[in-house]
């Protein structure tokens, strides 16, 4: 099912939580009638607690405010936290709670991972940054680099129907916010989901559709790649009738496994002359991607397994040559001055060891879709808390 492409837009690229979280807090604090907020993680910090204070502000003036966070990447949030934003007003659920095994979180797949603000159906926000300290500089050393973009205009309303429809198992009573439609720019955009029904495909359908298309260059910069043997073919083909190919993977991992796994696909890559940049200042979360001189998309999706066959992600994509070419010398900045190129020369040393765990690795991702298939798709649940049920510990649950 794919959603058309809608003319009319603003975009304004946000580049980590410096941009990011000035214009989203003010934002809230504009709102008249709803904000609808989906993010992965909220931690109790001063990201966190700004945040807060922005929603309460909003419930206690009369908006009405929906807070959806994922039950596995915000499950350490304390209750006084959220009971003091519920006892404003505020509606806050958590997606696909489970109960804690040994004292570890469980189920560790089809996560909510999106992360979406859209207030009063007229701006909306999408990207890949969560409400955490480690989003700004002053974090130190492992400070995340990421991205997310602003957005008015028609498109905002494929937005605000995504949110309104995750949420509409416990949006009573339903929302009567009615998107504003009136064009505001010239980009020309699309709001793509990856959900576990039909559009399991959605993003990683877009991706191939523009990298098969490609003429000039391709510049994809992402937190986690370990794709599917179909994104990798057409990463390489486009490389061999002469694009030029470039990946900015992390070369500071906050998770030191996901480099070894992407490093094994580095060969099949190099040898076609893809570009590889490890980027090396701080800790990379962004997920965005350019091809030629107008396509562009920023959001959630990460191009390994969870992102593209499990998780619930959404990213906007745009038809713009402004935006594309800010995005592009951004990029381009990232890899001339803060990363490390990859040679093959130097990913050969050790090959003699590494080739088998490359060949196995191979057929998994060749496969993976279809062994994805294997894993439960388990029951979907958004849990409320209510503020009546605050004080009697009681948690109504619904499912979706």
Same mark, same amino acid.
């Given at each position: 099912m794919?959603?058309?492409?809608?003319?009319?837009?603003?975009?304004?690229?946000?580049?980590?939580?410096?941009?990011y979280?000035p214009?989203?807090?003010?934002?809230?604090?504009?709102a008249?009638?709803?904000?609808?907020?989906?993010?992965?993680i909220?931690?109790?910090?001063?990201v966190?607690?700004?945040?807060?204070r922005?929603?309460?502000d909003?419930a206690?003036?009369g908006?009405?405010?929906?807070?959806?966070? &994922?039950?596995?990447g915000?499950?350490d949030?304390?209750? =006084?936290?959220?009971?003091?934003?519920?006892?404003?007003? !505020?509606s806050?659920? =958590?997606?696909?709670?489970?109960?804690?095994?040994?004292?570890?979180?469980?189920?560790?797949?089809r996560? +909510?991972?999106?992360?979406? @603000?859209?207030?009063?159906?007229?701006?909306?926000?999408?990207?890949?940054?969560?409400?955490?300290?480690? /989003?700004?500089g002053d974090?130190?050393?492992?400070?995340?680099?990421?991205?997310?973009?602003?957005?008015?205009?028609p498109?905002?309303?494929?937005?605000?129907?995504?949110?309104r429809?995750?949420?509409? #198992?416990?949006?009573?009573?339903?929302?009567e916010? %009615? #998107?504003v439609t009136?064009?505001?720019?010239?980009?020309?955009? !699309?709001m793509?989901?990856?959900?576990?029904?039909?559009?399991?495909?959605?993003?990683?359908?877009r991706y +191939?559709e523009? +990298?098969?298309?490609?003429? *000039?260059r391709?510049v994809?910069?992402?937190?986690?790649?370990?794709?599917g043997?179909?994104?990798?073919?057409?990463?390489?083909?486009a490389a061999?009738?002469?694009v030029?190919?470039?990946?900015?993977l *992390?070369?500071q #991992?906050?998770?030191r496994?996901?480099?070894?796994?992407? %490093?094994l696909?580095?060969?099949y +890559?190099?040898?076609d002359?893809v /570009?590889?940049?490890?980027?090396?200042?701080r800790p990379l979360?962004g997920?965005v991607a350019l @091809?030629d001189d107008?396509?562009?998309?920023?959001g959630?999706?990460?191009l &390994?397994?969870?992102s593209?066959?499990f998780?619930?992600e959404?990213?906007?994509?745009?038809? &713009?040559r402004?935006f594309?070419q800010?995005?592009y010398?951004h990029l381009q900045?990232?890899?001339?001055?803060q990363?490390?190129? !990859?040679?093959?020369?130097?990913?050969?040393?050790g090959?003699?060891?590494?080739?088998?765990?490359?060949?196995?690795?191979? /057929?998994?991702?060749?496969?993976?879709p279809?062994?994805?298939?294997?894993f439960?798709? /388990?029951r979907?649940?958004?849990?409320s808390?209510q503020?009546?049920? &605050?004080?009697?510990g009681?948690l109504?649950?619904r499912n979706?």
């Amino acid at each position: 099912m794919n959603r058309p492409w809608v003319d009319g837009n603003s975009v304004e690229l946000l580049i980590n939580g410096e941009a990011y979280y000035p214009r989203v807090f003010e934002a809230m604090a504009q709102a008249r009638d709803e904000i609808l907020l989906e993010t992965f993680i909220i931690f109790d910090d001063k990201v966190g607690q700004q945040l807060q204070r922005a929603l309460i502000d909003a419930a206690r003036r009369g908006v009405r405010v929906e807070v959806v966070v &994922d039950g596995y990447g915000t499950a350490d949030l304390p209750e =006084a936290f959220i009971s003091a934003m519920t006892e404003a007003g !505020v509606s806050f659920h =958590a997606f696909d709670p489970q109960p804690r095994l040994a004292g570890m979180r469980t189920n560790l797949f089809r996560r +909510l991972h999106r992360k979406i @603000v859209v207030i009063d159906g007229t701006r909306a926000f999408i990207g890949g940054i969560n409400y955490s300290a480690d /989003h700004l500089g002053d974090y130190g050393p492992m400070a995340k680099q990421d991205y997310a973009v602003e957005v008015t205009g028609p498109v905002v309303a494929q937005i605000h129907a995504s949110s309104r429809r995750l949420m509409s #198992p416990v949006l009573q009573p339903p929302s009567e916010v %009615r #998107p504003v439609t009136d064009p505001t720019g010239p980009i020309s955009a !699309v709001m793509v989901e990856r959900d576990n029904g039909q559009r399991s495909t959605a993003i990683e359908a877009r991706y +191939l559709e523009a +990298l098969r298309a490609a003429r *000039q260059r391709i510049v994809v910069a992402n937190a986690y790649f370990f794709p599917g043997y179909r994104l990798l073919r057409e990463l390489r083909n486009a490389a061999r009738r002469g694009v030029e190919v470039t990946l900015i993977l *992390q070369g500071q #991992p906050d998770m030191r496994w996901v480099r070894a796994l992407s %490093r094994l696909l580095y060969n099949y +890559l190099l040898r076609d002359g893809v /570009h590889i940049h490890e980027y090396c200042r701080r800790p990379l979360h962004g997920k965005v991607a350019l @091809v030629d001189d107008d396509w562009s998309t920023v959001g959630s999706s990460n191009l &390994d397994p969870l992102s593209l066959s499990f998780n619930l992600e959404a990213n906007l994509f745009i038809r &713009d040559r402004a935006f594309n070419q800010a995005l592009y010398q951004h990029l381009q900045s990232l890899a001339n001055q803060q990363c490390k190129p !990859v040679t093959l020369e130097r990913m050969i040393r050790g090959y003699w060891w590494r080739a088998p765990l490359i060949f196995a690795c191979f /057929h998994v991702i060749r496969h993976f879709p279809r062994i994805a298939g294997w894993f439960p798709a /388990h029951r979907q649940r958004l849990r409320s808390v209510q503020p009546e049920a &605050d004080a009697q510990g009681d948690l109504h649950e619904r499912n979706t």
